[in-house]
């Protein structure tokens, strides 16, 4: 019985990296939208905007590998329904970055599956320390993701209203998370744990920006 739980999970997770890679993202909500026409971009805007869009869109993969990868090894179930309602919010998030790229006449990364790949057993591995320790994951993962869009803000051309009103619900949406984690019991990681995670998501980001 326990074998058969544990190949229904194993399929599930290769179900659900298979449709996140490769599939086409689709919503469960519709964009944040803005008032009236969308303002016409320099091509050097629009640039700018699609590399910091795929670098989101690289960003919400990750992110949903890496709570399918922290659900799988999860010990209690609502730990387990906690970071799988999280992912469907990232998957919203996906979608929308995924759209935002086509109408800014560019691509995601093409370094995706490597995304998925290494960000799925890097929860799996959190998980497997225990339901606070990845948690805690989750909250500092979060956190960071935060920084993130804030810095991506920042640079967006003022003319952007269409892709700043998506990274705008999901800062606020990553922050709810990050805030869920914690309250579930998420305990807080060693600082060394912390800064490792900042360099390796530091190292994605600026190769998505390209790649």
């Given at each position: 019985m326990e074998s058969a739980r544990t190949l229904d999970s194993a399929i599930a997770a290769v179900d659900r990296a298979l449709r996140a890679v490769f599939a086409p993202a689709r919503a469960s909500r519709p964009a944040p939208a803005i008032p009236g026409a969308p303002a016409p971009l320099t091509d050097?805007?629009?640039r700018e905007s699609a590399a910091l869009m795929r670098v989101n869109h690289a960003g919400e993969l990750a992110a949903q590998a890496l709570y399918h990868g922290q659900a799988v090894a999860a010990r209690q179930p609502a730990t387990r329904?906690?970071?799988m309602s999280?992912?469907?919010s990232e998957s919203d998030h996906l979608a929308w970055?995924?759209?935002?790229?086509?109408?800014?006449?560019?691509?995601?990364?093409?370094?995706?599956p490597l995304w998925y790949a290494g960000s799925f057993a890097i929860g799996a591995l959190a998980a497997m320390l225990g339901d606070r320790v990845s948690l805690g994951f989750v909250t500092?993962?979060?956190?960071q993701?935060?920084?993130?869009?804030?810095?991506?803000l920042?640079?967006?051309a003022p003319a952007d209203a269409r892709s700043r009103a998506i990274l705008e619900v999901m800062r606020a949406e990553e922050i709810a998370h990050g805030a869920s984690a914690a309250a579930a019991g998420g305990q807080r990681l060693p600082a060394p744990v912390r800064a490792l995670m900042g360099r390796a998501?530091?190292?994605m980001t600026s190769t998505a920006y390209w790649i």
């Open positions: 050097t805007q629009r329904a906690l970071l999280a992912a469907a970055c995924e759209t935002r790229l086509k109408e800014l006449g560019s691509r995601p990364s093409l370094l995706n500092e993962t979060e956190r993701v935060e920084g993130h869009l804030e810095e991506h920042t640079r967006l998501a530091r190292v």
